[in-house]
Protein backbone atom coordinates (compact mmCIF):
# COMPACT_ATOMS: atom_id res chain seq x y z
CA UNK A 1 0.00 0.00 0.00
CA UNK A 2 1.30 3.87 -0.92
CA UNK A 3 2.13 5.35 2.32
CA UNK A 4 -0.17 7.74 3.17
CA UNK A 5 0.43 11.58 4.04
CA UNK A 6 -2.82 12.94 5.07
CA UNK A 7 -6.08 11.32 6.77
CA UNK A 8 -9.17 13.67 7.74
CA UNK A 9 -11.24 12.58 9.88
CA UNK A 10 -15.38 13.49 9.77
CA UNK A 11 -16.17 14.06 13.17
CA UNK A 12 -14.65 14.74 16.23
CA UNK A 13 -16.72 12.77 18.74
CA UNK A 14 -16.00 9.75 20.46
CA UNK A 15 -15.35 7.39 17.29
CA UNK A 16 -13.30 10.76 15.81
CA UNK A 17 -10.92 11.26 18.74
CA UNK A 18 -10.47 7.28 18.49
CA UNK A 19 -9.38 6.57 15.12
CA UNK A 20 -6.88 9.72 15.70
CA UNK A 21 -5.45 7.86 18.43
CA UNK A 22 -5.14 4.75 16.53
CA UNK A 23 -3.74 6.18 13.59
CA UNK A 24 -0.25 7.74 15.48
CA UNK A 25 -0.62 5.04 17.65
CA UNK A 26 0.16 2.64 14.12
CA UNK A 27 2.89 4.78 13.23
CA UNK A 28 0.48 7.54 10.61
CA UNK A 29 2.68 10.77 10.83
CA UNK A 30 1.19 12.61 8.37
CA UNK A 31 -1.05 15.51 8.09
CA UNK A 32 -4.19 14.84 10.53
CA UNK A 33 -7.60 17.15 10.12
CA UNK A 34 -10.32 16.48 12.52
CA UNK A 35 -13.82 18.04 11.00
CA UNK A 36 -16.55 18.59 13.58
CA UNK A 37 -19.94 20.37 13.70
CA UNK A 38 -19.73 21.41 17.13
CA UNK A 39 -17.51 23.98 18.87
CA UNK A 40 -16.91 21.84 21.44
CA UNK A 41 -13.49 19.78 21.80
CA UNK A 42 -14.68 15.71 21.78
CA UNK A 43 -16.77 15.14 24.83
CA UNK A 44 -18.56 11.69 26.40
CA UNK A 45 -22.06 11.45 25.55
CA UNK A 46 -23.42 8.50 27.59
CA UNK A 47 -23.33 10.79 31.05
CA UNK A 48 -25.33 13.21 29.16
CA UNK A 49 -28.86 11.55 30.12
CA UNK A 50 -27.12 10.70 33.78
CA UNK A 51 -24.43 12.49 35.79
CA UNK A 52 -24.33 15.48 33.49
CA UNK A 53 -28.14 15.56 33.34
CA UNK A 54 -28.18 15.52 36.86
CA UNK A 55 -25.19 18.28 37.51
CA UNK A 56 -23.63 15.89 39.11
CA UNK A 57 -20.56 15.73 36.58
CA UNK A 58 -19.18 19.23 35.01
CA UNK A 59 -18.63 20.05 31.81
CA UNK A 60 -15.02 19.70 32.61
CA UNK A 61 -15.78 15.65 33.65
CA UNK A 62 -17.32 15.21 30.25
CA UNK A 63 -13.93 15.87 28.37
CA UNK A 64 -12.13 12.84 26.62
CA UNK A 65 -8.97 14.33 25.78
CA UNK A 66 -6.23 13.93 27.43
CA UNK A 67 -3.12 16.29 27.81
CA UNK A 68 -0.98 14.03 25.40
CA UNK A 69 -3.53 13.84 22.35
CA UNK A 70 -2.52 13.37 18.57
CA UNK A 71 -0.95 16.07 17.01
CA UNK A 72 -4.05 17.41 14.68
CA UNK A 73 -5.86 20.40 12.66
CA UNK A 74 -9.22 20.34 14.11
CA UNK A 75 -11.93 22.76 12.07
CA UNK A 76 -14.63 22.71 14.89
CA UNK A 77 -17.84 24.46 14.29
CA UNK A 78 -18.65 23.76 11.17
CA UNK A 79 -20.13 20.57 9.35
CA UNK A 80 -19.35 19.04 6.61
CA UNK A 81 -22.01 19.12 3.81
CA UNK A 82 -20.67 16.97 1.23
CA UNK A 83 -17.59 14.36 0.14
CA UNK A 84 -16.61 13.69 -3.24
CA UNK A 85 -15.37 9.95 -2.33
CA UNK A 86 -13.63 9.60 -6.08
CA UNK A 87 -11.47 12.03 -4.83
CA UNK A 88 -11.81 12.17 -1.37
CA UNK A 89 -12.77 15.72 -1.16
CA UNK A 90 -14.57 17.16 1.67
CA UNK A 91 -16.76 19.68 1.78
CA UNK A 92 -17.62 22.32 4.69
CA UNK A 93 -20.97 24.76 5.24
CA UNK A 94 -18.98 27.82 5.24
CA UNK A 95 -17.43 26.70 1.70
CA UNK A 96 -13.97 25.49 2.99
CA UNK A 97 -12.92 21.92 1.42
CA UNK A 98 -10.65 19.35 2.35
CA UNK A 99 -8.58 16.76 0.28
CA UNK A 100 -6.73 13.74 1.77
CA UNK A 101 -5.56 10.58 0.57
CA UNK A 102 -8.01 8.61 3.04
CA UNK A 103 -11.02 9.78 4.91
CA UNK A 104 -12.77 8.15 8.45
CA UNK A 105 -16.31 8.93 8.25
CA UNK A 106 -16.94 9.56 12.42
CA UNK A 107 -20.27 11.67 12.24
CA UNK A 108 -22.13 9.53 14.82
CA UNK A 109 -26.44 9.73 14.94
CA UNK A 110 -28.91 12.23 15.39
CA UNK A 111 -31.92 11.82 17.08
CA UNK A 112 -35.32 10.90 15.30
CA UNK A 113 -37.52 13.79 14.97
CA UNK A 114 -41.33 12.29 16.01
CA UNK A 115 -43.78 14.11 13.81
CA UNK A 116 -46.03 15.99 15.62
CA UNK A 117 -43.24 16.79 18.68
CA UNK A 118 -40.32 19.05 16.64
CA UNK A 119 -38.11 20.45 19.13
CA UNK A 120 -39.54 23.37 20.57
CA UNK A 121 -39.55 25.71 23.71
CA UNK A 122 -40.60 22.70 26.46
CA UNK A 123 -39.74 19.67 24.14
CA UNK A 124 -36.23 18.05 24.07
CA UNK A 125 -33.94 15.60 22.46
CA UNK A 126 -30.89 14.32 24.51
CA UNK A 127 -27.91 14.03 21.52
CA UNK A 128 -25.60 16.85 22.37
CA UNK A 129 -23.91 18.67 25.44
CA UNK A 130 -26.48 22.00 24.35
CA UNK A 131 -29.39 19.28 24.61
CA UNK A 132 -28.96 18.15 28.37
CA UNK A 133 -27.98 21.86 29.32
CA UNK A 134 -31.51 23.33 27.52
CA UNK A 135 -33.68 20.30 29.12
CA UNK A 136 -31.44 20.62 32.98
CA UNK A 137 -32.73 23.86 33.06
CA UNK A 138 -36.55 22.73 32.67
CA UNK A 139 -36.30 20.43 35.11
CA UNK A 140 -37.53 21.14 38.66
CA UNK A 141 -39.33 19.71 41.63
CA UNK A 142 -42.88 19.52 40.42
CA UNK A 143 -42.69 19.82 36.76
CA UNK A 144 -44.55 17.21 34.75
CA UNK A 145 -42.11 15.79 32.37
CA UNK A 146 -43.84 13.17 29.72
CA UNK A 147 -41.28 11.42 28.09
CA UNK A 148 -41.60 9.72 24.55
CA UNK A 149 -39.43 6.43 23.83
CA UNK A 150 -39.13 3.84 26.50
CA UNK A 151 -35.39 2.67 25.51
CA UNK A 152 -32.09 3.30 26.58
CA UNK A 153 -32.32 7.14 26.56
CA UNK A 154 -35.76 7.05 27.69
CA UNK A 155 -35.49 5.55 31.41
CA UNK A 156 -32.21 7.01 31.68
CA UNK A 157 -33.59 10.31 31.59
CA UNK A 158 -36.68 9.49 33.93
CA UNK A 159 -34.52 8.25 37.06
CA UNK A 160 -32.30 11.50 36.25
CA UNK A 161 -35.61 13.56 36.25
CA UNK A 162 -37.15 11.45 39.10
CA UNK A 163 -33.62 12.60 41.07
CA UNK A 164 -34.30 15.87 40.27
CA UNK A 165 -37.74 15.96 41.51
CA UNK A 166 -39.76 15.92 38.54
CA UNK A 167 -43.27 13.90 37.99
CA UNK A 168 -42.24 11.65 35.35
CA UNK A 169 -44.98 9.62 32.50
CA UNK A 170 -42.90 7.79 30.47
CA UNK A 171 -44.39 6.49 26.75
CA UNK A 172 -43.30 3.14 25.19
CA UNK A 173 -44.29 1.12 22.13
CA UNK A 174 -44.60 -2.06 24.72
CA UNK A 175 -46.51 -2.60 27.74
CA UNK A 176 -42.99 -2.62 29.43
CA UNK A 177 -40.14 -0.71 28.77
CA UNK A 178 -37.31 -2.97 27.29
CA UNK A 179 -38.69 -5.86 27.01
CA UNK A 180 -38.38 -6.79 23.96
CA UNK A 181 -34.48 -5.18 24.03
CA UNK A 182 -33.53 -7.22 26.92
CA UNK A 183 -36.21 -9.80 27.17
CA UNK A 184 -39.37 -10.45 29.36
CA UNK A 185 -37.95 -11.22 32.86
CA UNK A 186 -35.11 -8.39 32.85
CA UNK A 187 -37.95 -5.77 30.91
CA UNK A 188 -40.23 -6.55 33.75
CA UNK A 189 -37.37 -5.73 36.59
CA UNK A 190 -36.85 -3.31 35.63
CA UNK A 191 -40.19 -1.80 34.30
CA UNK A 192 -40.67 -2.54 38.42
CA UNK A 193 -38.08 -0.30 39.33
CA UNK A 194 -39.22 2.48 37.46
CA UNK A 195 -42.59 2.14 39.31
CA UNK A 196 -41.08 1.77 42.53
CA UNK A 197 -39.72 5.57 41.84
CA UNK A 198 -43.05 7.01 40.62
CA UNK A 199 -42.29 6.48 37.88
CA UNK A 200 -45.80 6.18 35.58
CA UNK A 201 -45.82 3.76 32.38
CA UNK A 202 -47.76 4.59 29.93
CA UNK A 203 -47.58 1.92 26.61
CA UNK A 204 -48.63 0.77 24.06
CA UNK A 205 -49.36 4.08 23.57
CA UNK A 206 -50.13 6.60 20.37
CA UNK A 207 -49.87 10.35 20.33
CA UNK A 208 -52.65 11.40 18.32
CA UNK A 209 -52.54 15.22 19.05
CA UNK A 210 -50.61 17.80 20.99
CA UNK A 211 -52.19 20.74 22.93
CA UNK A 212 -50.01 24.06 22.80
CA UNK A 213 -50.33 27.56 24.42
CA UNK A 214 -48.84 31.00 23.74
CA UNK A 215 -46.86 32.59 20.61
CA UNK A 216 -43.65 30.56 21.45
CA UNK A 217 -46.05 27.20 20.96
CA UNK A 218 -45.40 25.92 24.26
CA UNK A 219 -46.42 21.76 24.22
CA UNK A 220 -49.70 21.84 27.38
CA UNK A 221 -50.31 18.44 26.84
CA UNK A 222 -50.21 15.35 24.19
CA UNK A 223 -53.74 13.23 23.64
CA UNK A 224 -53.72 9.78 23.20
CA UNK A 225 -55.30 7.65 20.71
CA UNK A 226 -57.14 5.84 23.67
CA UNK A 227 -58.79 9.43 24.45
CA UNK A 228 -55.99 9.54 27.48
CA UNK A 229 -54.69 13.38 27.88
CA UNK A 230 -51.53 13.75 29.68
CA UNK A 231 -50.61 16.87 30.97
CA UNK A 232 -47.30 18.12 30.31
CA UNK A 233 -44.45 21.24 31.48
CA UNK A 234 -41.63 18.94 29.71
CA UNK A 235 -41.50 16.95 27.18
CA UNK A 236 -38.51 14.51 25.77
CA UNK A 237 -38.73 12.67 22.44
CA UNK A 238 -36.36 9.56 22.69
CA UNK A 239 -37.60 7.34 20.17
CA UNK A 240 -34.30 6.35 18.63
CA UNK A 241 -31.56 7.65 16.40
CA UNK A 242 -30.56 7.25 12.74
CA UNK A 243 -26.86 7.73 11.06
CA UNK A 244 -25.93 10.84 10.87
CA UNK A 245 -25.14 10.69 7.16
CA UNK A 246 -27.17 12.27 4.78
CA UNK A 247 -25.01 14.72 3.99
CA UNK A 248 -23.11 12.26 2.14
CA UNK A 249 -25.60 12.11 -0.34
CA UNK A 250 -24.34 11.92 -3.61
CA UNK A 251 -20.77 10.94 -2.68
CA UNK A 252 -20.20 7.77 -4.23
CA UNK A 253 -20.55 5.76 -1.46
CA UNK A 254 -23.54 3.13 -0.46
CA UNK A 255 -26.31 3.73 2.50
CA UNK A 256 -28.33 1.86 3.86
CA UNK A 257 -31.91 2.36 3.97
CA UNK A 258 -31.72 3.86 7.68
CA UNK A 259 -28.89 5.93 6.64
CA UNK A 260 -25.92 4.10 8.00
CA UNK A 261 -22.57 4.00 5.96
CA UNK A 262 -22.26 0.53 4.29
CA UNK A 263 -19.02 -0.90 4.91
CA UNK A 264 -17.58 -4.81 5.20
CA UNK A 265 -16.79 -6.46 7.74
CA UNK A 266 -13.50 -3.99 8.90
CA UNK A 267 -15.03 -0.95 8.19
CA UNK A 268 -14.60 0.01 4.64
CA UNK A 269 -17.16 2.11 3.02
CA UNK A 270 -18.87 0.32 -0.26
CA UNK A 271 -18.83 2.75 -3.37
CA UNK A 272 -22.18 2.50 -5.00
CA UNK A 273 -23.65 0.45 -7.77
CA UNK A 274 -21.83 -2.79 -6.10
CA UNK A 275 -23.16 -5.60 -4.84
CA UNK A 276 -26.56 -5.57 -2.45
CA UNK A 277 -27.18 -7.46 0.68
CA UNK A 278 -29.16 -10.25 -0.47
CA UNK A 279 -26.80 -11.11 -2.85
CA UNK A 280 -24.04 -11.41 -0.98
CA UNK A 281 -25.69 -13.17 1.47
CA UNK A 282 -26.75 -15.42 -1.47
CA UNK A 283 -23.10 -15.68 -2.66
CA UNK A 284 -21.90 -16.59 0.78
CA UNK A 285 -24.56 -19.18 1.64
CA UNK A 286 -23.64 -20.95 -1.67
CA UNK A 287 -19.67 -20.37 -1.30
CA UNK A 288 -18.88 -18.22 -3.95
CA UNK A 289 -17.76 -15.56 -1.81
CA UNK A 290 -15.79 -15.13 0.57
CA UNK A 291 -16.65 -14.49 4.20
CA UNK A 292 -15.89 -11.01 4.52
CA UNK A 293 -16.86 -9.85 0.79
CA UNK A 294 -19.45 -7.53 0.76
CA UNK A 295 -18.97 -5.70 -2.44
CA UNK A 296 -15.87 -3.26 -3.42
CA UNK A 297 -14.65 -0.65 -0.88
CA UNK A 298 -14.30 2.61 -2.04
CA UNK A 299 -10.49 3.62 -2.24
CA UNK A 300 -9.34 5.22 1.38
CA UNK A 301 -12.66 5.64 2.72
CA UNK A 302 -13.43 3.94 6.53
CA UNK A 303 -16.64 4.40 8.88
CA UNK A 304 -16.87 3.80 12.48
CA UNK A 305 -18.90 4.69 15.19
CA UNK A 306 -22.63 5.07 14.85
CA UNK A 307 -22.71 6.14 11.96
CA UNK A 308 -21.42 2.78 9.97
CA UNK A 309 -23.00 0.07 9.07
CA UNK A 310 -20.89 -2.96 9.19
CA UNK A 311 -21.01 -6.13 7.32
CA UNK A 312 -21.90 -8.66 10.14
CA UNK A 313 -20.71 -12.09 8.96
CA UNK A 314 -22.99 -14.04 11.70
CA UNK A 315 -26.38 -12.36 10.92
CA UNK A 316 -25.50 -11.79 7.40
CA UNK A 317 -26.55 -7.92 7.45
CA UNK A 318 -25.47 -4.33 7.95
CA UNK A 319 -25.86 -3.37 10.92
CA UNK A 320 -25.26 -0.57 13.02
CA UNK A 321 -23.13 -1.14 16.28
CA UNK A 322 -24.43 2.09 18.66
CA UNK A 323 -22.25 1.68 21.55
CA UNK A 324 -19.51 3.39 23.33
CA UNK A 325 -16.78 0.76 23.36
CA UNK A 326 -17.43 -0.21 19.55
CA UNK A 327 -16.61 3.29 18.66
CA UNK A 328 -13.16 2.82 20.43
CA UNK A 329 -12.14 -0.88 19.36
CA UNK A 330 -13.32 -0.01 15.85
CA UNK A 331 -11.00 2.50 15.27
CA UNK A 332 -8.13 0.65 16.07
CA UNK A 333 -9.30 -1.63 13.01
CA UNK A 334 -10.04 1.08 10.71
CA UNK A 335 -6.80 2.64 11.49
CA UNK A 336 -4.85 -0.92 10.49
CA UNK A 337 -6.88 -1.10 7.35
CA UNK A 338 -5.74 2.31 6.16
CA UNK A 339 -2.17 1.83 7.15
CA UNK A 340 -2.03 -1.81 6.37
CA UNK A 341 -1.05 -2.79 9.98
CA UNK A 342 -3.13 -5.24 12.18
CA UNK A 343 -5.09 -3.50 14.68
CA UNK A 344 -6.14 -5.41 17.66
CA UNK A 345 -9.72 -7.13 16.65
CA UNK A 346 -13.03 -5.96 18.12
CA UNK A 347 -14.55 -7.86 20.91
CA UNK A 348 -17.97 -8.21 21.40
CA UNK A 349 -20.32 -5.13 21.73
CA UNK A 350 -20.72 -3.79 25.38
CA UNK A 351 -22.65 -0.87 26.61
CA UNK A 352 -24.00 0.04 29.85
CA UNK A 353 -26.84 2.20 31.88
CA UNK A 354 -26.95 3.11 35.25
CA UNK A 355 -30.70 3.81 36.26
CA UNK A 356 -31.12 4.49 40.12
CA UNK A 357 -28.91 2.61 42.18
CA UNK A 358 -28.11 0.09 39.57
CA UNK A 359 -25.50 -0.50 37.14
CA UNK A 360 -26.88 -2.48 33.75
CA UNK A 361 -24.05 -4.09 31.63
CA UNK A 362 -24.51 -5.94 28.57
CA UNK A 363 -22.04 -7.51 26.39
CA UNK A 364 -22.77 -9.52 22.80
CA UNK A 365 -25.79 -9.25 20.67
CA UNK A 366 -28.95 -9.92 22.53
CA UNK A 367 -31.37 -9.30 19.32
CA UNK A 368 -32.41 -12.85 17.81
CA UNK A 369 -31.54 -14.75 21.14
CA UNK A 370 -34.45 -17.80 21.67
CA UNK A 371 -33.39 -18.66 25.21
CA UNK A 372 -32.41 -16.11 28.51
CA UNK A 373 -31.59 -17.62 31.53
CA UNK A 374 -30.98 -16.04 34.87
CA UNK A 375 -27.75 -17.99 35.60
CA UNK A 376 -26.29 -16.10 39.38
CA UNK A 377 -28.25 -13.90 41.86
CA UNK A 378 -31.94 -13.07 41.56
CA UNK A 379 -33.81 -10.61 40.28
CA UNK A 380 -35.46 -10.45 43.71
CA UNK A 381 -32.42 -8.94 45.10
CA UNK A 382 -31.82 -6.63 42.82
CA UNK A 383 -28.50 -7.81 41.46
CA UNK A 384 -28.19 -11.03 38.90
CA UNK A 385 -26.21 -12.33 35.71
CA UNK A 386 -28.25 -13.97 32.91
CA UNK A 387 -27.19 -14.85 29.37
CA UNK A 388 -28.73 -15.34 26.35
CA UNK A 389 -28.76 -18.19 24.21
CA UNK A 390 -29.42 -18.59 20.11
CA UNK A 391 -29.67 -22.10 18.90
CA UNK A 392 -27.68 -22.95 22.33
CA UNK A 393 -24.79 -21.11 22.25
CA UNK A 394 -24.11 -17.85 23.92
CA UNK A 395 -24.37 -14.78 22.16
CA UNK A 396 -24.98 -12.00 25.27
CA UNK A 397 -24.39 -11.85 28.81
CA UNK A 398 -26.45 -9.37 31.17
CA UNK A 399 -24.88 -7.98 34.47
CA UNK A 400 -27.36 -5.80 37.26
CA UNK A 401 -25.15 -4.52 40.01
CA UNK A 402 -22.29 -7.80 39.33
CA UNK A 403 -19.61 -6.31 38.07
CA UNK A 404 -17.17 -9.00 38.83
CA UNK A 405 -19.28 -11.71 37.68
CA UNK A 406 -20.04 -9.85 34.96
CA UNK A 407 -16.78 -9.18 33.66
CA UNK A 408 -15.68 -12.98 33.87
CA UNK A 409 -18.51 -13.34 31.60
CA UNK A 410 -17.61 -10.87 28.96
CA UNK A 411 -14.01 -12.10 28.90
CA UNK A 412 -16.23 -15.45 28.11
CA UNK A 413 -17.79 -14.25 25.70
CA UNK A 414 -15.15 -12.77 23.62
CA UNK A 415 -13.30 -16.13 23.98
CA UNK A 416 -16.14 -17.83 22.45
CA UNK A 417 -16.48 -15.29 19.58
CA UNK A 418 -12.28 -15.30 18.87
CA UNK A 419 -12.68 -19.42 18.72
CA UNK A 420 -15.40 -19.33 15.92
CA UNK A 421 -18.48 -19.97 17.90
CA UNK A 422 -20.10 -17.00 16.88
CA UNK A 423 -19.48 -14.37 15.34
CA UNK A 424 -20.67 -11.45 17.66
CA UNK A 425 -17.52 -9.21 16.88
CA UNK A 426 -18.09 -8.87 13.47
Given at each position: ?5 S ?16 L ?31 G ?27 L ?5 R ?15 L ?25 D ?26 A??A ?13 T?P ?22 RL ?24 D ?57 L ?13 A???V ?50 S ?5 R ?48 R ?12 G ?5
Open positions: MERLQIIIVGASLAGLSAARARSAGFTGELTIIGAEEHRPYDRPPLTKEYLRSWSTAALALEADDEPAARWLLGTPAVSDASVRVVLADGRSVSADAVVATGADAVPHPLLPVGPNVHTVRTRAAERLRAQLRPGRRLVIVGAGFIGTEVASVALGADVTLLGQDVLRRALGEPVGDFLAGEHRAHGVVGPARIADVDRAGDEDVVTALRLAGTVLPADVVVVAIGSRAATGWLAGSGLRLAPEGGVQCDAIGRALAEGTADGASIGRAADGTADGALTGRPDGIAVGDCAAWWDVGRGTYHRLEHWTGAVERADVVAGVLLGTPGRPARAPYFWDQYDLVQVAGVVAGHDELRIEEGSLADRSFLARYYRAGAPVAVLGVNQPRLFTARRALDRTADDGTALAS
